[in-house]
């Protein structure tokens, strides 16, 4: 158990709907970011929460939108779904420094979207 | 736009061996280096990393080197045990601005396969 915590596991939903992706960060970690996982991709980064805060936001597109609540913890929202969606997405979290010290992953959401 | 390359998508190595992952970067910025390591059904956890200051570091036998002027970084592992089958995701970081708050671009991940 990394710490971080995301849910649900697995979600199969189908094309125009809309859901929603939870996130729990370790505790005492306030920065929270969101990546997606295509098939045969590698991590591409989405957005960046800090104590509440967006801080840096990647190549996220407009039909998905995210927040970080005062208990710290995040939801992704991703509606009008189309078949590209279909990913893993991860949740991940860090002190401040965590590019140095390095970011700590939950096990993440795997979307199928049909 | 890719800014940190993975070009071999696999490698397969002998339990013992050394195994050498490859990792290629675009962008002169990029200040913090790092590796992660993922199996299946599980996130990636982070493996070791490296400051540009320095041009190698090693954590047992795990060992990183940083080529600045070729924009280039390998992880060395030696030996190479079953246990290391994995994917292996290099990842980058600008220092921490306004803009960019140190986030982490990685690359697309590197699936070793150690035999016996």
């Known amino acids: 158990d990394s710490g971080v915590t995301q849910t649900p596991k697995h979600l199969i939903t189908a094309t125009g709907q809309r859901v929603t992706l939870r996130c729990s960060p370790r505790s005492g970690d306030l920065s929270v970011y969101w990546y997606q996982q295509s098939l045969d991709q590698g991590l591409q980064f989405l957005i960046q929460y800090y104590n509440g805060e967006e801080r840096a936001k990647g190549n996220i597109l407009e039909r998905f939108s995210a927040q970080q609540f005062p208990d710290l913890h995040s939801e992704l929202n991703l509606s009008s779904l189309e078949l590209g969606d279909s990913a893993l997405y991860f949740c991940a979290s860090s002190p401040r420094q965590g590019r140095i010290y390095g970011y700590t992953f939950g096990s993440g959401t795997r979307l199928t979207v049909v | 736009d890719q800014q940190v390359k993975q070009n071999s998508p696999s490698l397969s190595v002998q339990e013992g061996r050394i195994s050498i992952l490859n990792c290629d970067y675009t962008?002169?910025?990029?200040?913090?280096f790092l590796w992660y390591k993922k199996y299946p059904a599980e996130g990636p956890t982070f493996l070791i990393s490296i400051s540009s200051i320095k041009d190698k570091n090693e954590d047992g036998r795990f060992t990183v080197f940083l080529n600045k002027s070729a924009k280039h970084l390998s992880l060395h592992i030696v030996p190479s045990q079953p246990g290391d089958s994995a994917v292996y995701f290099c990842a980058a970081s600008e220092p921490m601005t306004t803009d960019s708050w140190g986030k982490l671009q990685f690359g697309a991940g590197t699936q070793v396969v150690v035999t016996p």
């Open positions: 962008n002169s910025m990029f200040d913090y």
